[in-house]
């Protein structure tokens, strides 16, 4: 008999998430049917996006997320005992599945990397980073970057690719010690949006003939100053909008129409799930790769 403990959604969220929204619940799982996997958790994802994304959960509902899980207990001979898989089972320490929504970690998996990193560098927030900037801002060796929240697990992945590609890169963090983090990442300009006297001036600054690519996490206020800096035929990739996620009040105006017009930008939002198949593949390799070859730093909490 397996009991599996539940994070679940006791009341949906009113400004900043608090302990009291959540609720930890028991269940006892049935027995598997043929073609069934009993899955034990090894690695639970928390990301930004399940702010706004569990808007369509239910109270009650356990909370959505990625996580890395053995399988423990198989009826489905594609997936025996043992197997190391990433799924999309949420906060939950077991689940069971028919196989269908299961992703094998690579058999090219080296013991060194920890398999944590299959839910962030080397999984979604890794793969968000790699196809924003170089399928949506399609960024070139040359252009200047400008990316946001830049040391956060997405942002941080941003900088360092674009570096690989021969970028010039500026990012915006909210603290000292970030900017620190970032300087040792090898951004070409890191700064603290909290305290310089004017993020416009700092912009301006750090690259004086604008910005040919930005990768947007947070949104509001920050892209208004932001935008009407890029160069002519700048693009933007709209990753996020952490800024006004935790709002309860009206969201601020968005930036001038005549920039994006005059300017001629191009502004796409995205989700890392519409690239699948050989090129879902191909990141994943490339950006297992860099991790080897010691060419990516990867920080954890």
């Excluded at 990193?117 to 970057?145: H, N, R, S």
Aim: charge should be neutral.
């Amino acid at each position: 008999m397996v009991h599996a403990k539940r994070w679940t959604l006791k009341k949906h969220f009113v400004g900043n998430p608090t302990k009291s929204d959540f609720e930890l619940k028991t269940a006892e799982l049935p027995p598997l049917k043929d073609g069934e996997v009993l899955l034990e958790a090894l690695f639970l994802s928390v990301d930004p996006y399940m702010r706004v994304a569990s808007k369509k959960l239910n109270e009650g509902d356990t909370m959505m997320g990625q996580q890395v899980a053995r399988v423990v207990e198989s009826k489905n001979s594609a997936l025996p005992k043992g197997t190391i898989v990433v799924a999309f089972s949420g906060w939950t320490t077991h689940s069971i599945s028919d196989g269908n929504d299961l992703e094998k970690l690579s058999t090219e998996w080296p013991d060194a990397v920890p398999l944590s990193l299959a839910l962030g560098t080397v999984g979604m927030t890794g793969l968000t980073a790699y196809f924003g900037l170089l399928e949506i801002c399609d960024a070139k060796g040359g252009e200047t970057v400008m990316v946001n929240a830049a040391a956060g697990a997405v942002g941080s992945v941003v900088g360092q690719i674009a570096k690989l590609k021969g970028c010039k890169v500026v990012g915006a963090v909210g603290s000292d010690e970030k900017v620190a983090y970032l300087e040792k990442l090898g951004f070409d300009v890191a700064f603290n949006y909290k305290t310089v006297k004017s993020l416009e001036e700092t912009l301006k600054k750090a690259s004086p003939d604008g910005y040919d690519c930005y990768f947007d996490n947070v949104g509001g206020e920050f892209s208004n100053i932001v935008i009407p800096q890029m160069k002519t035929f700048g693009k933007i990739a709209i990753c996020g909008a952490i800024s006004t996620y935790n709002r309860t009040g009206l969201l601020p105006p968005g930036p001038p129409p005549e920039v994006i017009i005059y300017q001629q930008l191009r502004m796409e939002g995205f989700l890392v799930t519409r690239w699948q198949g050989d090129a879902r593949q191909k990141a994943l390799k490339d950006l297992l790769k860099w991790v080897l070859a010691k060419k990516r730093e990867n920080e954890e909490d």
